[in-house]
DNA sequence: ACCTGAACACCGTTCAAGT
DNA sequence: ACCTGAACACCGTTCAAGT
């Protein structure tokens, strides 16, 4: 099961190692729209999304301020394609946690730590994803399908507990919002430092046995 | 046990109800520092944080665009003073919550729910209290402070609890962190209204229920 | 003390024009 | 098709000047 989305390492690229503007002869750039998100992503990480601005990240691109217009409609639009690209990946981390140990509980709790795994490794992609940035994109329907995947593959994995006789018989979707929650606040404090130097995947971890311990049939 | 900081409904000024401008005679507006965390508070309500802009607080108040840095030292500034309010608010809810059934372990589910309801009915004020704005902003200590004093509250009701027997003896800072990751997930998802049409009430109590059954000593 | 208006260096976005 | 440069309507912030 190999993964269908990986969003490459933020750090390959250094400064030095990246061409700060194409080569002038040349007219066309190769990958605008590709180039463009990882861009973007990567002014994310350094500067937060208050940060990012369609002016730098043509600059750093060596490109002018107005060519990001033929790939998107506006900045949202550029926000969106970064969420989507989070939600993919964040779907097949979700996906392939929870089938490496072969599903079930194992595979629950593998899942549950991917989650802020990934929100501590893409932290740009999860703000965004996340944070609320999105409003009036929300309508992109590809985006809204790969977030609803995502939520599909904890869905799944409640019911597939559920049907094991492990966990509750609430609602799955109840139960999944919870478990939603759990997992998104230990990802947000651990995204904005404020777990006091404490180890995010031992938080999770934490987090993990106390959630089971109450949503498991007793 | 009378409350110390009560935040004003931000519904009770309709923009018909209130003047538009001071007077344009008088010099000194009345109180423009409290005016201006207001009317942020207001915008951030209607537009989001990143819709609020000090030029429209200014134009809304009657008030040169410049007037506001005799209060605050920019707009960072402005955002701490809203979050520092926020949070003495916000402290003073929970204690009250906690202390209204006697504590226990009503007290401690009357402050989760209390915990939501404040965000809800305060998204602005929660926001810019936990939206990652106030990087820089840190430093006031005022702020810190009223944040310190808002988590205690959790943390002795946690401590209460425990020397009751009627919770785990884990380190307490442990647990509450745990709890208020739950709380700030379920206030997170019902802000950003993705509960799609769940009652953030009855979501929080359900978070509380199998909260507590995985925290509490069996 | 408190407020003002002009000015500066930034934004996102549009649009006619280039290749 | 894709890119450019000038332009427009916005920002936060500074500063000399007013009362």
Redesign the interface.
């Known amino acids: 099961m190999a993964s269908r989305a990986r969003i490459s390492p933020p750090s390959t690229r250094s400064a030095k190692a990246r061409p700060a503007r194409r080569a002038p002869g040349r007219y066309h750039h190769g990958d605008l729209r590709r180039a463009l998100i990882e861009e973007a992503v990567l002014t994310i990480q350094q500067q ?1 999304v ?1 940060g990012l601005t369609l002016r730098s990240v043509a600059e750093r691109l060596g490109v002018s301020r107005t060519a990001l217009y033929r790939h998107y409609r506006d900045k949202g639009a550029l926000l969106a394609a970064v969420a989507r690209e989070g939600f993919r990946a964040f779907g097949d981390t979700l996906a392939e946690a929870f089938a490496a140990p072969g599903g079930g509980p194992a595979g629950f709790q593998a899942m549950g730590r991917a989650y802020v795994r990934f929100a501590v490794t893409h932290p740009a992609h999860y703000r965004v994803m ?1 944070g ?2 999105l ?1 009036a994109c929300n309508r992109d329907p590809e985006l809204v399908a790969e977030a609803e995947r995502s939520f599909a593959a904890l869905t799944g994995a409640i019911v597939g507990l559920q049907r094991a006789g492990l966990l509750c018989p609430d609602d799955p979707a ?1 139960l999944a ?2 478990v ?7 990802a ?2 651990a995204i ?1 430092g404020q ?1 006091r130097g ?1 180890d995010p995947d031992e ?1 999770m971890q ?2 993990i046995d ?6 498991r049939k007793m």
């Open positions: 937060g208050e996340f609320g940035f409003d109840r919002r919870h939603w929650a759990v997992s998104h606040g230990v947000m404090l904005d777990l404490a938080e934490y987090a106390r959630l089971l311990t109450g949503i």
